[in-house]
């Protein structure tokens, strides 16, 4: 596509984004009551803000001109921010992780596809060398300890002589075996050919029936070809059967495909242009128009002393650094109000300060008096949307894009390149600041000697940045810094980089991506819900939530500092169903670096207390320096076992228990790094302290039908099969339930192989080989799966869900107070 065309694309979406924002400020006003209707309103934002995400996120990739890409990052961190958001409101509404949203997109005229959570192509693009670089070096390591697993597979195994020998005289004898035997087919041929014709040549051939032998095999033939032609044709024209070159690449897609590329080119050069004409406008109006600017502000400054002086008699002070120095006083106000400002500002800053204190005070005592009855007014409060640290952002981006791009004309900017006159605007602002800096410095000084000279006083020294409280801040600063000690100070971060490689705590990541998650759509999610049947999450529900707790907030800083946090996550779910996928697919689309902490692989590495300390200090370390990481923890369940069983004593499986918290505390929202448990058997972990350490529990479920109905197509075509009329899917996906992602992959793979593939021409594939393959494998029974939903329902989301849920039964928020007042009674009694 063209620039004009996403130009145009980038408007449609910012207008689409002004109107929801202008709706977003008149919502705050209106506060609610019925959880119903606050679900609508909150999932129709989320829906109209993820159509916002997608086409920003394409306009954002191959938009080409900087400047607006610069803004449309701004933009895009927002919307995603305001994603996640939302998405927790409507967790904290729900109490629960999976939403379903079918009745809004129907209303809204939308496919479920189209609710996707893309996967910003910036969040890898950006750094590509850079995760390539250390791709390298993590390959260098692994080759140069022996470690590296595709080494390890490919190694050749040595043979003894004899068994040598013996191969090769198996080999030779095979290969005369088959000479001898087509010398044998040939002789035989001969012979056969030479009895014919001596055969033939006694009798007169009969022409006209041979001709007639002839047309008849071969009208049999032709028609016979015609028929399925016709056959298949009618198929498509029925819609039953796609068109014949429906799975090939169109032309025009490899030639838009040229074109993204060719974009991404000029993009990284025009980024490249505007970098240099930076430096290089600046240092020209540096030189052109810094000592006017310069002079400038000192006679202004000049003025404004002289003026105060007039007015008041008195000479002003100086404002400090750390108010902003001159800048403040030229903001349309007269320096006794900027004064009055500054005293006031202080005054009210004690006075909040106190009355946070009072108020803390007095809520803490009118919760200890509160009964039940004063809770239940509480819980009946209708519901106000939290405070968005986004919607700012956003409304900033929007007023900037009104501003400077809605209405500009660009007929002379063909080729998109920088604008030199924005950019001359903003250095010359960036000058302005640096030179204030310097001409305040001069005229503190300046101030401070006419004092001296016209009032003969004595001037206090100008302290700058040196007030009580910085002193005590940076006290307080350093007492923390003492405390978390830096046990590696003396090593560099690429020594400690290898030592984990080699110990094998930082381990290679598997090339996916969440896109190769397959699934399909969960379609009736609102509609049984409403019916009070609560749905199982497609693949594609558990998919979208790791877009959004792993993905979104690992790839963009901007969003991990101010979304809601999440440090931890667990997945949970019976074996197979793609957990470890999913933890390798969040490292490839973030390039974060995988580190795995799981019981077994730390098992006698680091020994005792000080080197578990140790381990657990320089995985922080690297983990924060190289950002961002996900470190991972396979079968966590072993980590919080109710009673470690004897086989694993050995392992000491419980030693990181107590350091998670730990760890947890010391993750601060600029720390891009994320904790992934997996488990499959949650039900063996003391739940408590489990569900302390992870925030977010995620359910993996086994596929369901229509799940495994794609799972059996990709995944037979991505081993190289072909999918005939002659392969019954819905045959085999409605008998293989029960069987998880894990057990498909493993029959797949043990069908296709070589042989079978080379097959396929004349013998197409058949269900029934695949589901010969099965019969050995064992599904994952009912029983299993609802034991993985009640240990659900016993941790604190689950709880409140079922508690909510009983109150919803009944009626509204007032019946559930009562219940719970019943309850205590009860209790009581
Ligand atoms: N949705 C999916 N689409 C395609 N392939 C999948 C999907 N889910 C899982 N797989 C494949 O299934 C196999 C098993 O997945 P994986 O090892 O991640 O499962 P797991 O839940 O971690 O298993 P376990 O608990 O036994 O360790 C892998 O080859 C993975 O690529």
């Given at each position: 596509m063209s620039s004009a065309m996403y130009n145009k694309m980038w408007h449609q979406t910012q207008e689409a984004l002004n109107c929801l924002l202008d709706k977003e400020s008149q919502k705050t006003v209106e506060p609610h009551r019925n959880q119903v209707f606050i679900f609508q309103k909150l999932a129709t934002f989320y829906i109209k803000y993820v159509q916002i995400f997608r086409n920003l996120e394409n306009v954002y990739d191959q938009i080409i001109h900087p400047q607006k890409r610069i803004l449309i990052r701004k933009i895009l961190d927002g919307v995603m921010g305001r994603i996640l958001e939302l998405k927790n409101e409507m967790v904290e509404l729900e109490l629960t992780e999976f939403h379903y949203f079918d009745d809004i997109l129907q209303d809204l005229k939308l496919a479920p596809q189209q609710l996707d959570i893309p996967i910003p192509k910036y969040f890898l693009k950006e750094k590509l060398e850079v995760i390539k670089g250390r791709e390298k070096i993590l390959a260098q390591i692994l080759a140069d300890t022996g470690l590296d697993m595709r080494e390890m597979k490919s190694s050749v195994k040595a043979f003894s002589i004899e068994q040598a020998v013996k191969l090769i005289q198996i080999a030779e004898r095979a290969r005369q075996g088959r000479l001898r035997a087509l010398f044998m087919k040939q002789i035989f041929l001969q012979e056969y050919r030479a009895r014919q014709a001596r055969l033939l040549g006694e009798k007169v051939a009969d022409v006209a029936a041979a001709a007639l032998r002839i047309q008849k095999v071969w009208r049999g033939f032709h028609q016979n070809k015609k028929t399925k032609r016709d056959r298949e044709d009618e198929m498509v024209f029925l819609g039953m059967n796609p068109p014949p070159l429906f799975n090939e690449v169109s032309a025009t897609v490899i030639e838009a495909e040229k074109v993204t590329r060719l974009r991404d080119e000029l993009q990284i050069k025009h980024e490249e242009d505007y970098k240099t004409a930076m430096n290089t406008i600046k240092g020209n109006l540096q030189l052109m128009e810094g000592a006017d600017i310069k002079e400038n502000l000192r006679d202004q400054i000049r003025h404004w002393i002289i003026e105060c002086r007039n007015l008041t008699g008195t000479f002003p002070e100086y404002p400090k650094v750390e108010e902003g120095g001159s800048a403040i006083i030229f903001s349309n106000k007269t320096p006794q109000q900027v004064i009055e400002d500054i005293i006031a500002a202080q005054e009210e800053e004690e006075k909040k300060r106190k009355e946070k204190k009072k108020e803390k005070q007095k809520d803490q005592k009118v919760k200890e008096k509160k009964g039940p009855k004063e809770k239940i007014k509480e819980e009946d409060e209708p519901w106000k949307m939290s405070p968005s640290v986004f919607l700012q952002t956003m409304e900033e981006g929007s007023n900037i894009y009104k501003d400077m791009w809605k209405n500009k004309d660009e007929s002379l900017n063909f080729p998109q390149g920088y604008d030199p006159e924005i950019l001359k605007e903003e250095k010359r602002k960036e000058l302005e600041v640096e030179i204030r800096v310097q001409v305040d410095e001069l005229m503190r000084q300046e101030l401070k000697n006419i004092k001296l000279a016209v009032n003969k006083e004595k001037e206090l020294p100008v302290r700058i940045g040196k007030k009580k409280g910085g002193k005590n801040k940076t006290k307080g600063k350093k007492g923390r810094r003492g405390k978390d000690?830096?046990?590696?100070?003396?090593?560099t971060i690429e020594s400690l980089y290898k030592e984990l490689v080699e110990e094998g705590l930082l381990v290679q990541t598997l090339?996916?991506?969440?896109?190769?998650?397959i699934g399909e759509y969960s379609y009736l999610g609102a509609t049984l819900r409403r019916v009070s049947i609560e749905p199982m999450p497609s693949l594609l529900d558990v998919r979208q939530l790791i877009a959004l707790y792993g993905v979104l907030p690992l790839g963009s800083a901007e969003v991990h500092e101010n979304a809601p946090l999440v440090k931890s996550l667990l997945l949970a779910g019976p074996s197979g169903v793609g957990k470890k996928m999913l933890v390798h697919a969040i490292c490839s689309e973030t390039g974060a670096n995988l580190f795995n902490l799981s019981a077994e692989n730390i098992a006698?590495?680091?020994?005792?207390k000080n080197g578990l300390q140790m381990m657990i200090h320089v995985v922080l370390k690297v983990a924060r320096q190289l950002q961002p990481s996900v470190v991972w923890i396979g079968d966590t369940e072993k980590t919080f076992y109710k009673r470690v069983p004897n086989a694993e004593k050995m392992n000491e499986p419980k030693r990181l228990k107590k350091q998670l918290p730990k760890i947890l505390k010391l993750l601060?929202?600029?720390?891009r790094i994320l904790i992934v448990g997996t488990t499959r058997r949650p039900f063996d972990a003391e739940i408590q302290s489990f569900c302390r350490v992870y925030q977010k529990i995620i359910l993996v479920p086994r596929p369901d039908y229509a799940s495994r109905y794609v799972l059996w197509q990709q995944i037979i075509q991505r081993h190289g099969g072909a999918i005939t009329s002659a392969l019954n899917l819905s045959c085999l996906a409605k008998v293989t339930d029960g069987f998880t992602q894990g057990h498909i992959v493993q029959v797949v793979k043990a069908v296709l192989t070589d042989r079978r593939l080379r097959q396929q021409v004349y013998k197409p594939l058949m269900a029934t080989e695949f589901i010969t393959a099965l019969s050995s494998l064992d599904p994952v029974y009912q029983e299993e799966e609802d034991s993985f939903k009640s240990w659900y329902a016993k941790t604190p989301m689950g709880k409140r869900r079922a508690l909510a849920l009983m109150g919803g039964n009944t009626g509204n928020a007032k019946d559930k107070g009562q219940k719970k007042g019943k309850k205590e009674k009860k209790k009581k009694k």
């Amino acid at each position: 596509m063209s620039s004009a065309m996403y130009n145009k694309m980038w408007h449609q979406t910012q207008e689409a984004l002004n109107c929801l924002l202008d709706k977003e400020s008149q919502k705050t006003v209106e506060p609610h009551r019925n959880q119903v209707f606050i679900f609508q309103k909150l999932a129709t934002f989320y829906i109209k803000y993820v159509q916002i995400f997608r086409n920003l996120e394409n306009v954002y990739d191959q938009i080409i001109h900087p400047q607006k890409r610069i803004l449309i990052r701004k933009i895009l961190d927002g919307v995603m921010g305001r994603i996640l958001e939302l998405k927790n409101e409507m967790v904290e509404l729900e109490l629960t992780e999976f939403h379903y949203f079918d009745d809004i997109l129907q209303d809204l005229k939308l496919a479920p596809q189209q609710l996707d959570i893309p996967i910003p192509k910036y969040f890898l693009k950006e750094k590509l060398e850079v995760i390539k670089g250390r791709e390298k070096i993590l390959a260098q390591i692994l080759a140069d300890t022996g470690l590296d697993m595709r080494e390890m597979k490919s190694s050749v195994k040595a043979f003894s002589i004899e068994q040598a020998v013996k191969l090769i005289q198996i080999a030779e004898r095979a290969r005369q075996g088959r000479l001898r035997a087509l010398f044998m087919k040939q002789i035989f041929l001969q012979e056969y050919r030479a009895r014919q014709a001596r055969l033939l040549g006694e009798k007169v051939a009969d022409v006209a029936a041979a001709a007639l032998r002839i047309q008849k095999v071969w009208r049999g033939f032709h028609q016979n070809k015609k028929t399925k032609r016709d056959r298949e044709d009618e198929m498509v024209f029925l819609g039953m059967n796609p068109p014949p070159l429906f799975n090939e690449v169109s032309a025009t897609v490899i030639e838009a495909e040229k074109v993204t590329r060719l974009r991404d080119e000029l993009q990284i050069k025009h980024e490249e242009d505007y970098k240099t004409a930076m430096n290089t406008i600046k240092g020209n109006l540096q030189l052109m128009e810094g000592a006017d600017i310069k002079e400038n502000l000192r006679d202004q400054i000049r003025h404004w002393i002289i003026e105060c002086r007039n007015l008041t008699g008195t000479f002003p002070e100086y404002p400090k650094v750390e108010e902003g120095g001159s800048a403040i006083i030229f903001s349309n106000k007269t320096p006794q109000q900027v004064i009055e400002d500054i005293i006031a500002a202080q005054e009210e800053e004690e006075k909040k300060r106190k009355e946070k204190k009072k108020e803390k005070q007095k809520d803490q005592k009118v919760k200890e008096k509160k009964g039940p009855k004063e809770k239940i007014k509480e819980e009946d409060e209708p519901w106000k949307m939290s405070p968005s640290v986004f919607l700012q952002t956003m409304e900033e981006g929007s007023n900037i894009y009104k501003d400077m791009w809605k209405n500009k004309d660009e007929s002379l900017n063909f080729p998109q390149g920088y604008d030199p006159e924005i950019l001359k605007e903003e250095k010359r602002k960036e000058l302005e600041v640096e030179i204030r800096v310097q001409v305040d410095e001069l005229m503190r000084q300046e101030l401070k000697n006419i004092k001296l000279a016209v009032n003969k006083e004595k001037e206090l020294p100008v302290r700058i940045g040196k007030k009580k409280g910085g002193k005590n801040k940076t006290k307080g600063k350093k007492g923390r810094r003492g405390k978390d000690k830096d046990l590696t100070a003396d090593r560099t971060i690429e020594s400690l980089y290898k030592e984990l490689v080699e110990e094998g705590l930082l381990v290679q990541t598997l090339k996916v991506n969440l896109s190769d998650y397959i699934g399909e759509y969960s379609y009736l999610g609102a509609t049984l819900r409403r019916v009070s049947i609560e749905p199982m999450p497609s693949l594609l529900d558990v998919r979208q939530l790791i877009a959004l707790y792993g993905v979104l907030p690992l790839g963009s800083a901007e969003v991990h500092e101010n979304a809601p946090l999440v440090k931890s996550l667990l997945l949970a779910g019976p074996s197979g169903v793609g957990k470890k996928m999913l933890v390798h697919a969040i490292c490839s689309e973030t390039g974060a670096n995988l580190f795995n902490l799981s019981a077994e692989n730390i098992a006698g590495k680091y020994p005792g207390k000080n080197g578990l300390q140790m381990m657990i200090h320089v995985v922080l370390k690297v983990a924060r320096q190289l950002q961002p990481s996900v470190v991972w923890i396979g079968d966590t369940e072993k980590t919080f076992y109710k009673r470690v069983p004897n086989a694993e004593k050995m392992n000491e499986p419980k030693r990181l228990k107590k350091q998670l918290p730990k760890i947890l505390k010391l993750l601060k929202p600029n720390d891009r790094i994320l904790i992934v448990g997996t488990t499959r058997r949650p039900f063996d972990a003391e739940i408590q302290s489990f569900c302390r350490v992870y925030q977010k529990i995620i359910l993996v479920p086994r596929p369901d039908y229509a799940s495994r109905y794609v799972l059996w197509q990709q995944i037979i075509q991505r081993h190289g099969g072909a999918i005939t009329s002659a392969l019954n899917l819905s045959c085999l996906a409605k008998v293989t339930d029960g069987f998880t992602q894990g057990h498909i992959v493993q029959v797949v793979k043990a069908v296709l192989t070589d042989r079978r593939l080379r097959q396929q021409v004349y013998k197409p594939l058949m269900a029934t080989e695949f589901i010969t393959a099965l019969s050995s494998l064992d599904p994952v029974y009912q029983e299993e799966e609802d034991s993985f939903k009640s240990w659900y329902a016993k941790t604190p989301m689950g709880k409140r869900r079922a508690l909510a849920l009983m109150g919803g039964n009944t009626g509204n928020a007032k019946d559930k107070g009562q219940k719970k007042g019943k309850k205590e009674k009860k209790k009581k009694k």
